[in-house]
């Protein structure tokens, strides 16, 4: 069984798929601090389908861990990659570590996909360009 619909006859909706979740995260995130552990200045980009919103518990572990979740430095019009039930969210995201951060980056959400019907997928597509010294 899924996850119940945002606004269906359960509330708060009921999200078993938030346990699996939270438990790749905690991978990525053992993963990201051991090698930022072992060197600070790592170029880390941990980037996908996430499927979970910028203030969910997992990505909030990751950001904790000092890593940038590029849509959150977009607009928050712009601040999107899926639509779901008349909701526009950020479920797919990129998240750089201080080193890149610190250095030359472009980002975007390209949305072409989310806000119509024929969609060659359900989720926008990003673009990230890193320049290194």
Known sequence: RGDDPTFGRFQPPRTPSRVPRGEQTALLGEFARRLLDSDPN??????????????????????NLGLTDLPATLPKAQRYTYIYQGNAQ????????????????DYDIVHVNA???DQVSDHDPQLVRLTFP
């Open 115 to 117: 806000e119509f019907a």
């Open 90 to 105: 950020v479920l797919d995201h990129v998240l750089l570590s201080p080193s890149l951060i610190a250095g030359s980056y």
């Open 42 to 63: 790592a170029r880390l980009v941990l980037a996908g389908d996430f499927n979970d919103t910028e203030f969910s518990p997992p990505l909030r572990t990751l950001q």
